[in-house]
């Protein structure tokens, strides 16, 4: 097993809620390492994958699928962590490298689309916002604010889907969705905690309140206002995931006028009450 320089080596875990991984991506750790010889991972104990890019050095990883070149550039490798692993450096190199591990729902299907078994290896037009998100996930995973497991979620689901898009695996949204569409969809997704309107993203779409519901409705397959409602019940239900998150400081972060409306509106949608979610996560 390698020698790792621990001064210059660096790991720090995440300790996920059982709702976070029930449902969402969740962080197990977050990570630099120096290798200065051959270096044996054994299979992780659970479902999980790991990207990781080259900082410095050549070398190789020895997977049960194959070998493949290591080496720095825009070059990010994506790996299933129940398989063995060892990591070869070049002779006399170093070979450094930094990433995540994660788990996540669907994930036997995530890597299966990606087809990292043959061939793990992703070439980037830039690493730049990968580093970036790597030092969100580790100030998130660190210091741990309101609402830290939806943060991480949302970040690592932003890198799946520049991954997807690599592969080419989905059509352009542009491609396939009208614009008004698209307008409404990202304008809920950049801010999912407003109480949005209907007719308010109507007017925002630069379309007739009649005609966006017909195109939402052919495309999205729901009404306007279900879709609404529906995102404003993933939300609410990552707040309340959050311990140290009052139920009238979730009802406040999502705009309902007290904590009387959040709560029926949380029965309503769901079936049950905050509180009862809650301890339901509990089990």
């Not at 995440?14 to 991972?41: C, D, G, K, M, N």
């Not at 063995?84 to 994660?102: D, E, M, N």
């Not at 995931?241 to 406040?252: I, S, T, W, Y």
Request: hydrophobic share 40%.
């Amino acid at each position: 097993m390698a020698s790792l320089l621990k001064s210059k080596s660096h790991h720090v875990y995440a300790h996920p809620s059982p709702i976070a991984r029930r449902l969402l991506w969740h962080v197990f750790s977050i990570h630099t390492t120096i290798v200065e010889q051959p270096y044996h991972r054994p299979a992780f104990e659970k479902p999980g994958a790991q990207f990781f890019w080259v900082r410095s050095g050549r070398g190789r990883v020895k997977l049960e699928t194959g070998t493949f070149l290591l080496r720095p550039g825009k070059r990010l490798w994506v790996t299933d962590l129940r398989g063995l692993r060892t990591y070869i450096p070049a002779p006399g190199q170093k070979l450094v490298y930094s990433g995540v591990r994660f788990g996540g729902p669907c994930l036997d299907a995530w890597l299966e689309e990606l087809g990292i078994h043959q061939g793990p290896e992703f070439i980037l037009d830039s690493l730049s916002s990968i580093r970036r998100a790597q030092k969100q996930l580790l100030s998130a995973v660190t210091r741990q604010p309101a609402g830290w497991e939806r943060q991480v979620h949302m970040i690592l689901t932003q890198i799946l889907d520049r991954l997807l898009a690599e592969k080419k695996l989905l059509v352009s949204a542009k491609s396939i969705l009208p614009t008004a569409v698209e307008r409404v969809l990202n304008l809920v997704s950049t801010n999912p905690y407003r109480n949005w309107k209907a007719r308010e993203l109507a007017r925002m779409a630069n379309v007739s309140y009649s005609r966006l519901r017909a195109l939402f409705h052919e495309c999205q397959h729901e009404t306007i206002h279900d879709f609404i409602q529906r995102t404003r019940l993933d939300q609410a239900r990552l707040l309340l995931a959050d311990p140290h998150l009052r139920v009238k400081e979730a009802a406040e972060k999502l705009n309902f006028p007290n904590e009387f409306s959040f709560s029926r509106f949380f029965r309503h949608r769901s079936g049950t009450s905050p509180s009862q979610f809650r301890q339901h996560l509990k089990l």
